[in-house]
């Protein structure tokens, strides 16, 4: 176990440093698959996970000043509030359809990117009022969707500090990371009071390492990033949100629909017998 945590923190931490997102987008299918934990507690030690890396990787934006603070508040108080109801929201939502809503979701975010224009290269100067209420009703939906489906979203965040707050790709990245750390303590702790059962036990042994391994690949992520062109981020961040949202839709769809067959009678229930 202590390898593919290793492992997995570092490509978190890589990831979150480099693009400012993408570290839930590994994490809850790196401990539902492969250290087989609960798909709940999975979304859980996700939050404690990728808001502890991002705490990490927003250091080294910090000292560069590239941080937008009006988006950090009018963002991430509102996606804070938002990911308080999400994670209450959840305990109503199955693991499997949690998956399935997160994999939606990032297609969407993807096309978000890809259709985007040219990435600007200086922080704004004429925000409108528009601008601004856009923020805010993007970081409270982004909220909710941080509490239903355990993740940081800076998948959603980066593309709208983008698209909406018409912020450079680099300081989107910054900006993104400092919301994420926000909204994901916020939510982590409210699980905590949802998380009750041994089959939804948390494994902070888990988590301490994959935050430790991952600051350290958040680092070296937030390095590599400021040497990438601007629109190049932005098209590796669209292409990264396209391949893992393949796979879990593969991976969680056809498992419902094979549940679905047996459901309505198209295919029968099959139970495990003793070969011997």
């Known amino acids: 176990m202590l390898i593919p945590s290793i492992i997995g923190g570092l490509l978190i931490g890589l990831c979150l440093g480099l693009?400012?997102?993408?570290?839930s987008i590994l994490t809850v299918p790196l401990l539902v698959y492969l250290l087989e934990h609960d798909p709940k507690s999975a979304v859980g030690e996700s939050l404690a996970i990728v808001g502890g890396i991002a705490l990490i990787a927003a250091i080294r934006?910090?000292?560069?000043?590239?941080?937008?603070?009006?988006?950090?508040?009018?963002?991430g108080v509102p996606g804070v509030g938002g990911t308080v109801v999400g994670v209450w929201g959840s305990q109503f939502i199955n693991g499997e359809m949690q998956l399935l809503i997160f994999a939606v979701v990032m297609l969407l975010a993807a096309g978000l990117m890809l259709r985007g224009g040219k990435a600007s290269a200086e922080p704004p100067t004429d925000r409108t009022p528009r601008d601004f209420i856009l923020l805010v009703l993007e970081g409270l939906f982004v909220g909710v969707l941080t509490g239903v489906v355990g993740v940081g979203g800076g998948f959603l965040i980066v593309p709208a500090l983008v698209l909406f707050g018409r912020l450079p790709m680099k300081m989107a990245v910054g900006t993104s990371l400092l919301i994420i750390a926000l909204k994901s303590g916020a939510g982590f702790l409210k699980s905590l009071d949802q998380l009750t059962t041994d089959a939804d036990a948390m494994n902070l042994s888990v988590v301490a390492t994959f935050i430790l391994i991952g600051g350290?690949?958040?680092?070296?992520?937030?390095?590599?990033?400021?040497?990438i062109p601007q629109q190049r981020l932005k098209q590796i961040f669209a292409i990264f949100l396209l391949v893992m949202a393949g796979f879990i839709l593969i991976r969680e769809g056809g498992a419902l629909v094979a549940i679905d067959d047996i459901v309505s009678g198209r295919a029968p229930a099959t139970e495990g017998v003793d070969s011997n």
Do not use: E, H, Y
């Open 216 to 227: 350290v690949g958040s680092l070296i992520g937030g390095s590599l990033g400021s040497r």
């Open 19 to 23: 693009l400012g997102s993408g570290g």
């Open 61 to 75: 934006p910090m000292f560069q000043r590239c941080i937008d603070w009006p988006s950090v508040v009018l963002f």
